[in-house]
């Protein structure tokens, strides 16, 4: 195997000279910071903070930061219309709040986990291994012969898990959730300081908690335990580096993807929050920028995120949105473009959104957030569709009838929103739907969802989180999930386990001679695969009583006798039937295996000739096939399959698996109706 060293080299080689300069010059840069960042960061204190903000003390300093509009609007004044709009919530908060005062979390697939009353922030609790404190470049997080998951303590440093606290001080006004964040900020500060630890070594890092810092602080501006002087300038300070190193270190490359989007939303945040300066009108200037050039070239026309990833495009449209909303928070303006490519990304989400709320986990998934208010569950995405119709789209009928995500709702823009979005609310089902360009197609009615991938690989045919799954399907027939994707386990945890789930075979689409649709460059190459499956829509034909999609790709012309899959999905709306009729174009021998991913609680029965029955829920189905060519060419088997519904959680399922030649075969599921 070539020279990791050698390897650079040849990817270097095949990026444009522009790119090598901006890499030449940031290489320049950071070991420049090596020099200086540790003595930036000492240095930083209330006199620094004071000369950058222009102003005569920390008290007239924070004060003036409270009195300034934010992206959530929700204050204490609303606390008895929150009871009336979000009923039985107000509980759920307190409840997390005191898991959050005893130092609870479940983050990453932990379980509940007690940091005790220090809270060890280079800490993975899941393993107890830990990253000493060090230049941040220094500091290798990503290593393969550890079971370490470094997810874990940035997830825990994004301090998501404080906002419930934050939440209860607005409802009760009691002073102790305010005196416990206090603690815990205070404790982060000392144990990470700037550029110093692991918790700085991604900037998207520091980005997110730009997001919750800026929160937290208008949660308890006004509150008795955070008025000490000492702490607010230690607090500010701290969030003001924050912005500082994400400035510095925006994560560039010559394919931008959610990384670049989080940095700029947070400059975003971070230059309106400090407002005053020429450094924050600059984080301002340049993050907006990025944002309004990145949103047309990272989303599709038709509002498709370019990642192939269902959790990603909510991470990425949640940091476009709440970006837009702070601006106009401010009175700042929001070009009509910009509206516009918001308002398709949650038609997306609207479409892509089952009868259940449950949204397909297609890619990768890590439960990432910008700001989490509510309680619904991670797979829940409905809470975008209400934003945007509040802040965008009042009359676009499919936004307003979002069903969920009310208290998301509340946090960000108050009562009033929430009444008029209350009105309206209801179950408008969105029809078939076809995203062209970035290659779903979704077949639906009341009952009936169907999810089809014939899209490009993500990040531009990068890979990123995308995954193997051209041509792959997850379905909800009669109201009942039947069909599933495996999800996404674990990042650099496992690199096994990583290209498990990223695999073609852990798809519901046909693996050929056990052979992936797009090649792994390496196996530690963990974001990376060749662009070999190239998509091609054959048929889209939405009709009243019944739905046609036909697609092929090219991931599987490169062997020896090239071959080429072609798959067609048919569902029948008034029978609640789905039938997948798999072809094979080419010449030469090739064996076929044709997984069905069950989810979770489905019980399949035994094998009968060509039919096994299927029961989920207090439904009955049938599962059958039929074959073109002799008879018994094709086995068929029952067997044991993982999914992973959420980050670092696996759930024990069944797989059906056809296997045979490379000759037509098809495979029907018809609901029975009820047990």
């Given at each position: ?16 000279p ?57 204050s ?12 039985g ?15 609870e ?10 940091l ?45 898990w404080l ?18 964040v ?40 006004g ?17 003001y ?15 931008n ?37 990145e949103l047309?070239?990272q ?7 370019f ?6 495009h ?16 401010l ?7 910009y ?45 975008l ?6 802040a ?24 009033k ?10 179950t ?113 034909t939405?009709g ?13 012309r ?14 029948e ?8 009729i798999?072809e094979?174009?080419?010449?030469g ?20 000739g ?18 073109a ?47």
């Amino acid at each position: 195997m070539p020279s990791e060293t050698l390897l650079r080299v040849r990817r270097g080689l095949r990026k444009s000279p522009k790119y090598i300069a901006q890499r030449l010059l940031s290489e320049g840069r950071c070991q420049k910071e090596r020099l200086f960042a540790v003595r930036r960061g000492e240095r930083f204190d209330a006199t620094a903070l004071l000369a950058a903000t222009g102003d005569i003390s920390i008290d007239d300093c924070w004060n003036r930061l409270a009195a300034r509009p934010y992206v959530a609007q929700a204050s204490p004044g609303e606390a008895d219309l929150y009871d009336r709009f979000c009923a039985g919530d107000r509980q759920r908060i307190l409840s997390a709040a005191n898991r959050a005062l005893r130092h609870e979390v479940d983050l990453m697939g932990s379980g509940r986990v007690c940091l005790g009353e220090k809270i060890d922030w280079h800490r993975d609790y899941k393993t107890g291994i830990r990253w000493e404190p060090a230049f941040f470049k220094d500091i290798d997080y990503n290593n393969p012969y550890q079971p370490s998951d470094v997810k874990f303590p940035w997830e825990l440093s994004r301090v998501q898990w404080l906002i419930p606290l934050g939440q209860a001080f607005l409802l009760t006004g009691e002073e102790h959730y305010a005196e416990s964040v206090r603690d815990v900020l205070e404790s982060w500060i000392e144990a990470n300081p700037y550029a110093g630890s692991v918790n700085w070594s991604c900037t998207l890092e520091a980005a997110m908690r730009l997001f919750s810092w800026t929160w937290l602080f208008h949660a308890f501006c006004g509150s008795q335990a955070w008025s000490d002087p000492g702490f607010r300038g230690r607090f500010l300070c701290s969030l003001y580096l924050h912005g500082d190193f994400t400035f510095r270190n925006v994560e560039r490359a010559d394919v931008n993807g959610n990384h670049y989007t989080v940095d700029a939303a947070a400059l975003v945040f971070a230059g309106l929050f400090f407002s005053s300066g020429r450094a924050q009108q600059r984080w301002l200037e340049d993050g907006w920028q990025i944002l309004k050039e990145e949103l047309p070239r990272q989303v599709f026309a038709d509002g498709v995120d370019f990642e192939a990833s269902i959790p990603y495009h909510r991470l990425v449209m949640e940091c476009f949105l709440l970006a837009a909303l702070y601006r106009k928070a401010l009175g700042l303006d929001v070009p009509d473009s910009y509206r516009d490519r918001l308002i398709a990304m949650a038609d997306f989400v609207a479409a892509y959104t089952r009868a259940d709320g449950s949204a397909p986990v297609w890619g990768d998934n890590d439960n990432a957030r910008v700001l989490p208010f509510g309680a619904q569950d991670i797979s829940d995405h409905r809470y975008l569709l209400g934003l945007v119709a509040s802040a965008f789209a009042t009359g676009h009928r499919p936004l307003k009838s979002f069903g969920a995500g009310v208290a998301e709702v509340f946090w960000i823009f108050g009562a009033k929103p929430v009444a008029e979005l209350a009105r309206d609310m209801g179950t408008a089902c969105c029809g078939s739907t076809a995203f062209s360009h970035g290659g779903f197609y979704v077949m639906r009615n009341e009952r009936d969802h169907v999810f089809i991938d014939c899209g490009p690989l993500g990040l531009a045919g990068r890979g990123g989180h995308g995954h193997n799954d051209i041509l792959s399907f997850e379905a909800m027939l009669d109201g009942e999930p039947l069909i599933v994707d495996c999800g996404c386990y674990v990042y650099t945890a496992s690199y096994a386990e990583r290209n498990n789930f990223r695999s073609t075979a852990y798809h519901n689409t046909p693996v050929i001679d056990k052979v992936e649709a797009n090649r792994f460059i390496r196996p530690d190459y963990l974001w990376f695969l060749h662009n070999d499956a190239l998509p091609e829509v054959r048929q889209w034909t939405p009709g009243r009583h019944r739905d046609v999609f036909r697609g092929a790709h090219s991931g599987y012309r490169r062997l020896s006798a090239p071959i080429t899959p072609v798959r067609t999905i048919i569902l029948e709306h008034s029978s609640h039937t789905l039938t997948v009729i798999d072809e094979f174009e080419g010449e030469g021998k090739h064996t076929v295996e044709i997984p069905f991913h069950l989810a979770p609680g489905v019980q399949p029965g035994p094998i009968s000739g060509n039919k096994i029955p299927l029961q989920a829920g207090n439904k009955d189905f049938v599962l059958t096939w039929n074959e073109a060519t002799d008879a018994h060419a094709w086995k068929t088997s029952i067997e044991d399959a993982r999914v992973a519904p959420s980050y670092g959680i696996v759930l024990l399922t069944k797989k059906i698996i056809l296997r045979g030649p490379a000759k037509r075969i098809t495979t029907t599921i018809v609901s029975r109706g009820r047990s």
